[in-house]
């Protein structure tokens, strides 16, 4: 349920060749005129066309969608065999941790050095960790593996989404997306079912030994059908050959040290210690240090990681303001009702993923239909549909009736994603048909990382909240505590188990009243700070060997070739941009 850009490629499905675009139709969207001129795509491939690297996308997609799910149902037996039970938590937040905080590096390398080596380097980085976690002898190890993992995981979720936006075509990048989706909506059903299997049959192991045959697979397919066009070379000399890339590494530690403190803080918090203990000041007061020391490193860096442009574009910093408000309102369905289905529903564990897994059906089907909304109305509004819908179904919760049927929460769910679908990918595909190709690998790269720390402060925020409801109505005691108390209704009274599934049942709506303040805020942020017209590049601005050039030249696009002029019957290249772009503001750009 994620992203993309781009430009029409002509002539791209294997042939070889390239046609010249036909004058004079005018496209839908309003934000991207068809009056500009086609060119070849900025990533290509082999003659064998898209087919076998959409393939490899999609199997590294799902290495990254199976590994959370299929581990969680797997933690039973991991524990029996490693024990370590008071930290087993760190199995999924140092992956966490590891995966966010590399984001941003990645995406900077994605921009410097390419898409391909980063994808092949962070696979095989995933793989390496795998099989470290499969040897793993006790559980500080396999903690420690998982964050091996995790640095590999990083540069996939990343290169995925920026490789997407390079292969396809603004128009078809729903295509693509879809596809990714239905990874995620495959994995999130048939995950717990298969890490259930696998440790219950034959041993916990071989869940992270399975990721070697399909990471070898994808790792092939990247290998031989994914080819990056060729950059100007310093050694190659001449007046427009760039300088040898700079990586800025101080920036990089200085960014992972600072992501690594205050996510801790965030994940760790009221859960391992008090939120006003002081480990907790601690590590908010070392993130918050760090941080500074972070911004100061970064404006003196040549090539810094997280640019200062990030947070100087209108259209930028609304998409990493709303999907960020996006990451913190996915809490509420993703974390808290399956909790909510067993506890109040007194559904099994099997029956609460599919009342969850009905909002993952929808979103993918909504997302792939986005670009005939959004090549009509344009990018801001259609999310702004999907927003308004949204916190419409997040304020319906609350009101389902006690304890109530099974198919209401998943109706709800059903038309979550839908609403999702229709918010989400627009953003996405318009923010990266913002930026050139030497900008991409960041610009999504930072939606991404925005997106994930929403997470972590969401599960902070909510947790707190159901915590102190829980705490109001029972005089104590959390919400995973009494679900597991509620498991055996038996050694319950009556009396006792109505009173401890209302009190969930309160928690979860008031989490779920925090998710549609959520939403409300990422609606005012597309209201009140998004353009209306996302300011699009021309075609010629997106190439790989026609990089972003300084100064003000680079805030406005140019408007495509001349007029044209005489009686040739050959057509010329259509004209640059819409009016929509040639529009925007200094501002947008810079």
Same mark, same amino acid.
């Given at each position: ?178 596809r990714l989706s239905t990874v995620w909506a495959t994995a999130s059903v048939a995950g717990p079912a298969a890490g259930g299997l696998l440790a219950g049959y034959a041993d916990w192991r071989w869940i992270f030994l399975l990721n070697l045959p399909v990471g070898l697979l994808a790792l092939w397919l990247i290998g031989r059908h994914l080819v990056e066009p060729g950059r ?92 960020? #408000?996006?990451? =913190? ?38 997302? #792939? ?38 198919? $209401?929460?998943?109706? =709800?769910?059903? =038309? ?35 997106? $994930? ?17 829980? #705490? ?83 805030? %406005?696009? %140019? ?32």
């Amino acid at each position: 349920m994620y992203d993309s850009s781009g430009v029409r490629a002509t002539g791209f499905r294997g042939t070889g060749r390239t046609g010249p675009a036909v004058p004079g139709r005018q496209g839908r969207d309003p934000e991207v005129s068809e009056t500009t001129p086609r060119r070849t795509a900025a990533a290509a491939t082999t003659p064998h066309g898209r087919g076998p690297v959409v393939a490899a996308l999609m199997l590294v997609m799902g290495l990254t969608a199976l590994d959370g799910t299929v581990v969680s149902t797997a933690v039973p037996q991991i524990v029996g065999d490693l024990g370590g039970l008071s930290v087993f938590s760190w199995l999924f937040s140092g992956y966490l941790l590891a995966v966010t905080v590399t984001l941003p590096v990645y995406g900077k390398l994605c921009d410097t050095f390419g898409r391909k080596p980063v994808l092949i380097a962070g696979t095989v980085l995933f793989l390496i960790g795998s099989l470290l976690c499969a040897t793993a002898w006790n559980m500080a190890s396999l903690i420690a593996f998982r964050v091996v993992q995790g640095l590999g995981g990083g540069a996939l979720q990343g290169t995925v989404q920026t490789i997407a936006a390079d292969l396809y075509p603004l128009k078809e990048r729903p295509r693509i997306q879809a596809r990714l989706s239905t990874v995620w909506a495959t994995a999130s059903v048939a995950g717990p079912a298969a890490g259930g299997l696998l440790a219950g049959y034959a041993d916990w192991r071989w869940i992270f030994l399975l990721n070697l045959p399909v990471g070898l697979l994808a790792l092939w397919l990247i290998g031989r059908h994914l080819v990056e066009p060729g950059r100007p070379s310093a050694a190659a000399g001449g007046p427009d050959a760039p300088a040898r890339p700079a990586v800025d590494w101080p920036g990089a530690l200085a960014v992972f040290a600072t992501g690594a403190l205050l996510l801790t803080a965030l994940v760790q918090g009221g859960v391992a210690w008090p939120w006003l203990s002081a480990p907790s000041l601690g590590l908010f007061g070392g993130a918050l240090v760090l941080g500074a020391v972070t911004v100061l490193v970064e404006r003196r860096a040549t090539e810094p990681i997280i640019p200062g442009w990030i947070w100087r574009r209108r259209t930028i910093v609304t998409v990493n303001l709303a999907l960020g #408000a996006l990451g =913190l309102l996915m809490v509420a369905p993703t974390v808290f009702l399956p909790t909510y289905a067993q506890a109040v529903l007194g559904l099994g564990p099997i029956a609460a993923g599919f009342v969850l897994s009905a909002m993952t059906l929808s979103w993918p089907v909504t997302a #792939a239909l986005s670009n005939r909304v959004y090549g009509r109305i344009g990018f801001r509004l259609t999310a702004v549909i999907g927003i308004t819908l949204a916190l419409l179904v997040l304020l319906a919760f609350p009101f389902l009736p006690f304890p109530g049927e099974p198919w $209401q929460p998943a109706l =709800l769910m059903l =038309l979550l994603g839908g609403a999702l679908g229709f918010f989400q990918l627009p953003l996405i595909v318009g923010v990266q048909s913002t930026v050139p190709y030497g900008e991409r690998g960041t610009t999504t790269a930072s939606v991404l990382f925005c997106r $994930q720390v929403g997470q972590s402060v969401g599960a902070a925020l909510f947790g707190a909240v159901a915590n102190a409801v829980l #705490a109001a109505r029972l005089g104590g005691g959390d919400l995973d505590g009494l679900a597991r108390a509620l498991d055996a209704p038996g050694s319950l009274a009556a009396g006792t188990a109505d009173a401890l599934r209302r009190a969930v049942d309160a928690a979860v709506d008031h989490v779920f009243a925090g998710a549609a303040a959520a939403a409300a805020l990422a609606l005012l942020v597309l209201l009140t700070v998004a353009p209306r017209r996302f300011p699009v590049l021309p075609d010629g601005d997106d190439r790989p060997d026609n990089p972003p050039r300084p100064g003000p030249s680079r805030a %406005t696009p %140019t408007h495509g070739a001349p007029p044209r002029t005489g009686t040739s019957r050959t057509a010329p290249p259509r004209t640059g941009t819409s009016r929509t772009e040639a529009d925007r503001t200094e501002a947008d750009r810079t």
